[in-house]
Each structure stands twice: as structure tokens, then as C-alpha cells.
């Protein structure tokens, strides 16, 4: 469907394109749906109208996933895209592969300047190679926040909201004495309650620096704080202080938050623009994602996904590449994107510019720039520059199904955890039994 | 046996061509493909791969998790088949047994054959929410008795309802077709012998109908094996935790998901193999009960 639909829009350009000036075109495959699709494809109208040299022809690929999918299935076929924008964990194959064109290597012979010291490190750090190159254009970024409805935290007499687990705990407590039984609307999450939660505590989740250093790498999750961690989500849903809400359910954690269910809930900061749309009959807000106490707080790191610019494409069509993407870097752009979008901006001008505007002080904006102080909580060290593994997406997998197991009583956390460590681990020797020799540049 | 014998001629061979051509291309070619996978481990991105003889396959058999996916795409096959094929037979009767309004019904009772899998995934999804859905009144009344996001058995049979559901539709026209073959005077005689309207179907049609019966459980298998995925991805996921991680979606999950392309074209291997040895069963054994007029 799609592909006709590209391939139909392909032959009108295509048409038009013989009429009118010779343009050059690429094309651009993108992920994100919906609301957000729409504003993508509006990115691309608003490069097209802007100058007369190039043309972006951008397609949506219905997902993250089937982006991917689709790229590596066009790209065996050599009818790819010239850039696909991918999410972290579907990148581990490209890098390793080598057949892409890093951003900064074509900004530079594209003869366009980028200041890449403008974005912001915990950005910047998981988009580039060792050496702090950018492989990919850091696009739309965000990490998790919780979100609290305030009329039941005022009610059950929560003044602040927790910046500790343990303060949470307490606070599904007066929520209870006040009348309201579900604190917490919970759906597992490996990027939450796995990922940032290991970043926010500076704990590995695997073993090489997260992987950074060597194929060779194993998981570490099941001897960590992340145990506890999610034993006690265990123990919250046993007492009622938590339910499980997922979209499998027929009704997500976020719904369950907008009905007044359930006080709290964990998500992306890209929610934030979701929840407002849906106007919820009460008066909430987000705060960054809790750690435990007697851990130092630092930095969690980027979610979403960056666009990649692949390999075996004309020198014009990489060109055009180049000042689209220079044209996304601008901050008017960023602006764009950051005010239609529930994303954060990436660079320190482009949140600087928002800033002096006074963005962050008008709703619905008000306090969604939370989560770049918890992306910018410290300087990314060794284990909070994020996750360089293979096989990610199935070791994510094989996490979600072995917590739904415990959480369903089928065995215990330990268990479930161990357990999917143990095939994880046998993940990464196949990827890099698969990779044998190379390592990540 | 009789054998029959033709002389090899061009024009034969230019007509089978495009026939020969297609299964070519779309069957013989990527099957051969995902043979030559199955032995290495291949990168996604092209580039290159290495020979690893039959280690996807002993990685695939010595997982339990692989067994339990066996185990429960047998469960599910069987259990379709059986349902979709005795509610088709039901229905039928009652169509060709010319109840009132049986015109509406047997058109009705078509369509479902033309609804795309995910759609069907996606309205059972809506009829088995257990907050939201018809089956939550169930729990009005026992709460959290029905959750098939939680119990796995449940899960299971919310799967091999909505297969079933589509399937009956494809059933449903071939015993029409085959109830209605069945001679008038045949019936009728049996009738007059004082046969009643059970005992007709029990001694004659049934008997009449297993050339039906087994074309349609030959197929209703294989495609229950081929053919679940749309409803699994919309109405599961596979989940919860693995319960409904079918053949054909884990080797979805594994390959175009995980991007693990040698470990799924194993699994598709000893899928292809598996559905050959159960047509072959049905053939060797079951077929002996066939009676072909």
C-alpha cells in the first residue's frame, strides 16, 4: 500500500519534475505515525518550499520497526532510500554493516557546517562513534518522565512530587489513605524500567561498557538494582498499590492516568503534547524518573529515533541529503518540530532560543523541558552513554515476556530475570558469531 | 493403477511455461533461499556470511521455548480445524436443509472469508477486552475471571476462536457445495424409509461428504500452520509471555523483527517439513477412511 502509494507519488514528481526545473530528489523513509508522521511529512514541505534545488520525497513506513524492515528489504534489493530514520535498537546491524554514510563525514563533504558541539552530550555520545563522530542526525529525541495527577497528590497531602523510589512508595501510600487505591498504572518497559532506569542509577546493564567496547558482551540485569527495582514493582501490584495496564489489555497505563484510575504513570516526555491533547479532567503534571536512595542521580539518556543516511546513493542525491538535513538542524526547524511534537530539542542554541522566548512558561509546554534536566543531569560517564548491543530488540523481547511471566505468577522475578539474561546472552554470541571480527567503529 | 502417457510436446511446455515460471519465482527460488540461510548465519544488511553447518537448527530444537511454540501451534491447529470444520458442517446442514431465510444466511455466512486477518484480530480484540469488550460483562459478574492478558489458556483460545471464525466461512462452501451434490432421491428414499432428519445426516450424508471432510481437513491444517499471523499480531502479540508465540510469528518475531534471518529460515525449514509430514499422515492414514464415488 504504501509503496504504491510512494511509487504513484514517485511518478507524479517524477512528471512534474520533467516540467518544471530539474530538481534533485531523494528520498526519505520515516517511522513515526499519525500526529507525529504528519508533522514529519510537513518537515519535508517545509524544506521543499524553502528552496528550489532539492526535493525531499518522504514516505511513512508505518512504524518504527517496518521502517527498518522495509529499508534492509529495499536496501537487498538496491531500491533503498537515502535516509531512513531509525530507532536506537534497530541500529546495531547498520553500524556494524558500514553501509551508511556518517552524517559528519557527509555534512563535511557536502561542504555544510554544523556546530556538533551544540547538541546536547547525551545526545550526541549515543549517535557517535568511539572517536565522537555522528553516524546519524539526532531527530526526534526524548526520554521517560513520570506523570502525577496533582489533584490526588494535593488530596492524599503529597506536596512535592518524589524524586526517590522510596518517596513514591510512600506517596502510593497517602494515595491509598486518601481514597485513591491505584498509585501506579503500570506497563513493563525495557527502554523504563531496564534501560533509563540503569542509566539514572549509573549501573551496567551489560558487561563492556553497555557493550561499547566489544561484541563480546553480557548481560548484567540480573544482578543489579534492577532486580530490586522490579521485585518491588511485583510487590506494589500484589498490594494494590499498582495495576497492570497495558495496550494488549484494551486499556493502557495513559488511559487509565486520564480517567483518574491510577495517579501516576511512567512514559516518554513525547507523551506530554498526547496528554494534553486528551485534556484530562484534572490538573497534572511530570517529574523526572525516581532512583533509590543512597544512589546518585545521573543522566538518562536519549529515546526516539535519528535519521541515517545509507550507502550506495548518487553524490547529488547525498547533497540534497545534506541540506535537508541542515535545513531539520536550524532552529527554526527545531522550533517547529519541538512546538507541533511533544519531542525536546536537541541542540543547547535551539533550547537556549526557546528558552529566552519564554516557551517553557505557556502551556501546553509548561515543565516538558524536565526532561532535558534529566537527560542533562551529569556528564555521561562509561555506563550512561547508552547501549551498544546486537540483538537488542530481541533481548527487549525476551525481557517483556519473561516479566509478564512473573508478574503473572509464573515464577519468580529472580527467575524471569535470569532467564532472560541467559537467552539475551545467547543472542549476543550469535550477533557476534554473525559479526565475527568486526566490532563497532 | 492406470497410467497415462503423453508425447513431450513444445506446445505443452509453452503453456505450462508461465505456471512453471511463477512457482518458480516465488516458491522454489525463496525456499531455496532460506535453505541456504538456515546453514549460515546471515547479515541483515547484506555483507557477507558464515557457514555454521546445522547450528541454527540445534540452536531452534534445543529450546524449550521453541517446543512450547510447537506445542502450542499444534494445539491451535487442531483446535480451529475441529471448530471451523463442525460449525461449517452445522451450517451447511442447516442452509441445505432450506430453513426459513437460509437465501440471507448463506451469503452471510460467506463474508467472513473476505475479512484480511488483521481485521479479524483487531474485532476479536474488541469482543474479548476484558475491560471494555462483551466479555467483560463476564467479569461484571466473577471479576477477573476472564483475562486472556493474563492467563495464557485463555489467550490461547481467544486465538483459535478468531482463526476458527474466519475459517468456517471456506468450510461452509465446500460442504454447502458438497451437501447439495448429494442426490434429492437419496434422501428422500431414506426419508420414506422413516429416517429422520439426524439419523439421514449420521448414515448418509456424512459418509458421502469424507472426500469433503478430508479435503477440507488437509487444508484447514496447513493453512492453520501457514496462515495464523494476522490474528496472532493484533490480537496477542504472541504474548502473554509467549502463550500464543505461534510458529509462523515467531519466525516473523525472529527474522524481520529481531533480524535474526538465519535462525527464522531454520525455523521456516522445520515448519515446511512439519506441515509436510502431518499432509502426508493425513494422506497415508486418514485417506484409507475416504470413500470417493
Same mark, same amino acid.
Given at each position: ?10 511518478? %507524479? +514528481? ?75 535498537? /534497530? ?6 554493516? /558500514? ?16 556546530? #556538533? ?19 546519524? *542526525? ?44 491505584? /498509585? +501506579? $498504572? ?43 527495582? *522490579?521485585?518491588?514493582?511485583?510487590? #506494589?501490584?500484589?498490594? /494494590? ?49 525516581? !532512583? ?18 545509507? @550507502? ?24 517547529? #518540530? ?17 528558552? $529566552? ?16 534536566? @534529566? ?67 | ?11 505443452? *511446455? ?10 518458480? &519465482? ?8 532460506? &535453505? ?48 471451523? *470444520? !463442525? ?5 451447511? &446442514? ?19 472469508? $473476505?475479512?484480511?486477518?488483521?481485521? &479479524? ?40 476462536? $478468531? ?42 450424508? %456424512? ?40 510458529? !509462523? ?18 525455523? @521456516? ?25
Amino acid at each position: 500500500m504504501n509503496t504504491k502509494l510512494a511509487s504513484a507519488a514517485l511518478a %507524479l +514528481l517524477a512528471s512534474a519534475g520533467a516540467a518544471s526545473a530539474e530538481k534533485i530528489q531523494f528520498e526519505y523513509w520515516y517511522g513515526l505515525t499519525g500526529d507525529l508522521g504528519k508533522v514529519v511529512a510537513e518537515t519535508c514541505n517545509r524544506f521543499n518550499a524553502s528552496q528550489d534545488q532539492y526535493e525531499a520525497v518522504c514516505v511513512g513506513q508505518d512504524g518504527y520497526e517496518k521502517a527498518v524492515q522495509n529499508t534492509i528489504a529495499a536496501f537487498r534489493a538496491g531500491k533503498h532510500p537515502t535516509i531512513v530514520q531509525s530507532f536506537d535498537a /534497530g541500529t546495531a546491524d547498520l553500524m556494524l554493516s /558500514g553501509e551508511f554514510y556518517p552524517v559528519k563525514k557527509l555534512m563535511e563533504d557536502a561542504g555544510l557546517t554544523i556546530d #556538533w558541539a551544540n547538541y546536547f552530550p547525551g545526545i550526541a555520545n549515543y549517535y557517535s562513534a568511539s572517536n565522537g563522530d555522528f553516524f546519524s *542526525m539526532p531527530f526526534n529525541s526524548s526520554t521517560p518522565v513520570y506523570y502525577y495527577n496533582k489533584d490526588q497528590f494535593a488530596k492524599a497531602g503529597i506536596s512535592e512530587a518524589p524524586l526517590t523510589w522510596e518517596g513514591m512508595e510512600a506517596a502510593f501510600k497517602a494515595l491509598k489513605a486518601s481514597g485513591q487505591d491505584c /498509585g +501506579l $498504572a503500570y506497563a513493563p518497559s525495557t527502554w523504563i524500567d531496564l534501560e533509563q532506569f540503569s542509566m539514572a542509577h549509573n549501573i551496567p546493564v551489560a558487561t563492556n561498557d553497555n557493550g561499547y567496547n566489544g561484541l563480546d558482551s553480557e548481560l548484567l540485569f540480573n544482578t543489579t538494582l534492577h532486580l530490586t527495582h *522490579m521485585e518491588n514493582i511485583q510487590r #506494589w501490584i500484589g498490594e /494494590g498499590s499498582a495495576l497492570i495496564r497495558t495496550a494488549q489489555s484494551g486499556k493502557s497505563a495513559r488511559d487509565s492516568f486520564i480517567e483518574g484510575e491510577c495517579s501516576v504513570f511512567f512514559s516518554s516526555i513525547a507523551d506530554h503534547n498526547t496528554v494534553h491533547k486528551l485534556e484530562p479532567a484534572f490538573a497534572w503534571d511530570v517529574q523526572m524518573i525516581p !532512583v533509590y536512595e543512597g544512589s546518585a542521580r545521573h543522566n538518562t539518556v536519549v529515546g526516539g529515533a535519528s535519521l541515517w543516511v545509507l @550507502s550506495g546513493k548518487s553524490a547529488e542525491e547525498y547533497k540534497a541529503a545534506a541540506n535537508y538535513l541542515a535545513f531539520l538542524a536550524t532552529p527554526e526547524s527545531e522550533e517547529f #518540530w519541538v512546538s507541533n511534537t511533544g519531542y525536546i530539542p536537541v541542540t543547547k542554541t535551539g533550547y537556549d532560543a526557546l528558552l $529566552a522566548k519564554g516557551f517553557y512558561n505557556n502551556q501546553p509546554y509548561v515543565n516538558r523541558d524536565i526532561a532535558l534536566k @534529566s537527560l542533562t543531569f551529569t556528564e555521561p560517564g562509561p555506563l550512561t552513554r547508552g547501549i551498544r548491543l546486537g540483538s537488542f530488540i530481541q533481548i527487549r523481547a525476551e525481557w517483556q515476556a519473561e516479566v509478564e511471566a512473573a508478574l503473572a505468577g509464573q515464577k519468580t522475578m529472580k527467575e524471569a530475570l535470569d532467564t532472560a539474561v541467559a537467552r539475551g546472552n545467547d543472542n549476543l554470541k550469535r550477533f557476534a558469531k554473525t559479526y565475527a571480527g568486526k566490532s563497532f567503529p | 493403477m492406470r497410467r497415462a502417457y503423453f508425447k513431450f510436446s513444445w506446445v505443452a *511446455m509453452a503453456l505450462l511455461a508461465p505456471q512453471l515460471l511463477i512457482i518458480f &519465482v516465488f516458491f522454489y527460488w525463496p525456499s531455496a533461499q532460506a &535453505v541456504y540461510w538456515a546453514f549460515t548465519l546471515e547479515q541483515p544488511w547484506g555483507g557477507g556470511n558464515t557457514w555454521v553447518g546445522f547450528e541454527n537448527f540445534r540452536n531452534v530444537l534445543s529450546d524449550p521455548y521453541y517446543w512450547a511454540s510447537v506445542r502450542v501451534s499444534v494445539i491451535y491447529a487442531l483446535g480451529t480445524t475441529a471448530l471451523a *470444520m !463442525v460449525m461449517a458442517m452445522t451450517l451447511a &446442514v442447516f442452509v441445505d436443509r432450506q430453513l426459513a431465510g437460509y437465501k440471507a444466511y448463506r451469503v452471510a455466512l460467506i463474508w467472513p472469508y $473476505a475479512i484480511a486477518a488483521p481485521a &479479524v484480530g483487531l474485532a476479536f480484540r474488541f469482543v474479548f477486552n476484558p475491560n471494555a469488550g462483551i466479555l467483560s460483562y463476564v467479569n461484571t459478574v466473577a471479576p477477573g475471571l476472564w483475562d486472556p492478558t493474563q492467563s495464557a489458556a485463555q489467550a490461547v483460545l481467544t486465538v483459535v476462536i $478468531a482463526g476458527a471464525w474466519k475459517q468456517v466461512a471456506y468450510s461452509f462452501i465446500f460442504f454447502l457445495a458438497a451437501l447439495q451434490s448429494i442426490p434429492r432421491s437419496l434422501t428422500e428414499a431414506a426419508a420414506m424409509d422413516g429416517a429422520r432428519p439426524l439419523r439421514r445426516i449420521w448414515d448418509l450424508q %456424512l459418509p458421502l461428504l469424507t472426500p469433503t471432510i478430508f479435503f477440507l481437513l488437509v487444508i484447514n491444517i496447513t493453512d492453520s500452520f501457514t496462515d495464523s499471523f494476522g490474528i496472532v499480531d493484533t490480537l496477542t502479540g504472541g504474548g502473554p509471555f509467549r502463550a500464543t508465540d505461534l510458529m !509462523v510469528y515467531k519466525i516473523y518475531a525472529d527474522g524481520f523483527r529481531g533480524f535474526d534471518y538465519s535462525g527464522a529460515a531454520a525455523q @521456516s525449514i522445520i515448519l515446511m517439513l512439519l506441515v509436510m509430514a502431518l499432509t502426508f499422515v493425513q494422506f497415508r492414514y486418514v485417506e484409507r477412511r475416504v470413500h470417493y464415488t
